[in-house]
């Protein structure tokens, strides 16, 4: 079974990466015109905000239960991950597609030209670093999962944010540089204007691709399917239970709510059948600590 990714980690190293990039990428865009530039720029300062949700996010789901959410506030993470997937698609997306349109009715030329290139450039080094960062925990998390699957089926919403993001980032900066080079070598702004334009359409692609992802867990998922395989297993061998008749799970942030129908191998008193099933519960527990509520219900059928 795969492990546990470090969440936070990885937002920091996002963080750290696209703070430094955004800088680097308004100066050169102010200075060259570059509308290719600017798209990069608003990109990264709207990643650099959305990992400050996600942090606020990662914080409001530790808070403990109350009578009002008797469950906790796992499952706020998701609100703030679907957040960040629809500023990702607006603030990002869609303004990008906008300045490339601008450019292309009112062509201007690069000015600084190498200047864009050497930002674009430092930009590609240190998002490889934040994605370097994001893939280390991605394959702790995965294991021998197919990166696509991790991405199908992970249930920490805010890795895949962060994995989607530095995708994201990493491919509109080989567009960007791609068009400021094209620009130079023909001296026709038009190349600048599409690169813009593709950036945004690729801003929005991922965007929407995180949004579906992260909708499921928002609406109540269940966990990883083969976590939860090794936990009916889990129980199934247990010697005070004779089998498992059904096991709902779902997960809540870092959290897990499973619910057991089982048949019991002894009939015992009352006293006794509550004694084997805390029994199973406190092993339960230690071999998965992530799940924070279990509900046990003895039975003779499904």
Known sequence: MAGKADSIKTIFFALGANFAIFLSKLVAAVLTGSGSMLAEAVHSLADCGNQGLLLLGLKRAKRPPSPDFPLGYGKAIYFWSFLVALLLFSVGGVFSVY??????????????????????????????????????????????????????????????????????????????????????????????????????????????????????????????????????????????????????TLQLGPEIMVAIKAEMNRFLSPKDMIDDINRVEERFKAQFPEVKWSFFEPDLRD
């Open 99 to 248: 300045e490339g349109l601008h450019k292309l009715q009112h062509p201007e030329p690069l000015k600084w030209p190498w200047l864009a290139v050497g930002v674009l450039g430092f930009g590609i080094i240190a998002e490889s670093f934040s994605m370097w960062g994001c893939l280390r925990e991605v394959n702790k998390a995965r294991g021998a999962q197919s990166l696509w699957r991790w991405f199908r089926d992970s249930r920490q919403s805010e890795l895949i944010v962060i994995f989607g993001e530095d995708l994201a980032a990493l491919l509109g900066l080989a567009f960007a540089l791609v068009a400021v080079l094209l620009t130079m070598a023909t001296g026709n702004p038009l190349f600048d204007a599409l690169g813009s334009i593709v950036i945004g359409v690729l801003l929005v692609v991922v965007a929407v691709f995180v949004a579906k992802e992260v909708q499921d867990l928002l609406i109540g998922q269940s966990v990883d399917p083969d976590v939860r395989a090794a936990m009916q297993r889990f129980v199934e061998q247990q010697p005070e239970v004779k089998r498992v008749f059904n096991m709902i």
